[in-house]
């Protein structure tokens, strides 16, 4: 363990154990949470899309990153992708069973949607070029 720092610890027990489905589940939880405080608790619709592309936006922030402890970056990626897709489909449909606002009809909820997806896939693609990189030299 000598030269070993307390984030490298951490980062090889806990993270490495971590699924794409847990970040789903979280990214869910928060949209969820948000929309209803927004509904419940301060009665605003607008509040209800932002909570909503919120919850997809914290997804794809947080999620790209964790590729490079993957030993699978392929399969990572596409299950990854596979839960954006899911979680995009249940925090809009969401917004517009609460609201009547679709990606149709609202230029907020479609620029998120396109300019998170737009971000998620330069996320993952610079982060599975960067591990490609320093894996190559034996840093990884």
């Known amino acids: 363990m000598s030269g070993t720092t307390t984030g490298q610890m951490f980062t090889h027990s806990y ?3 971590t699924k794409p489905v847990h970040h789903f589940l ?3 939880a928060f949209g969820v ?3 209803a405080a927004a509904k419940l608790v301060f009665a605003s619709q607008s509040g209800i899309g932002f909570m909503g592309c919120f919850g997809l936006l914290f997804y794809a922030m947080f999620n790209p990153w964790l590729v490079l402890l993957m030993a ?3 399969r990572y990626f596409l299950v990854s992708l596979f839960y954006y897709s899911v979680l ?4 809009f449909g969401t917004v517009y069973l609460l609201t009547g606002e679709s990606i149709l ?3 907020g909820l479609k620029i998120t949607l396109i300019s998170s997806t737009f971000f998620y896939f330069v996320a993952f693609g610079m982060m599975w070029l960067t591990k490609t990189i320093l894996d190559d030299d034996g840093m990884l």
């Not at 995009?88 to 925090?91: P, R």
């Open 105 to 107: 009809n609202d230029w």
């Open 88 to 91: 995009a489909l249940v925090m």
């Open 26 to 28: 979280l990214a869910l």
């Open 72 to 74: 699978d970056m392929k």
């Open 33 to 35: 949470v948000g929309m």
């Open 15 to 17: 993270l490495r154990k």
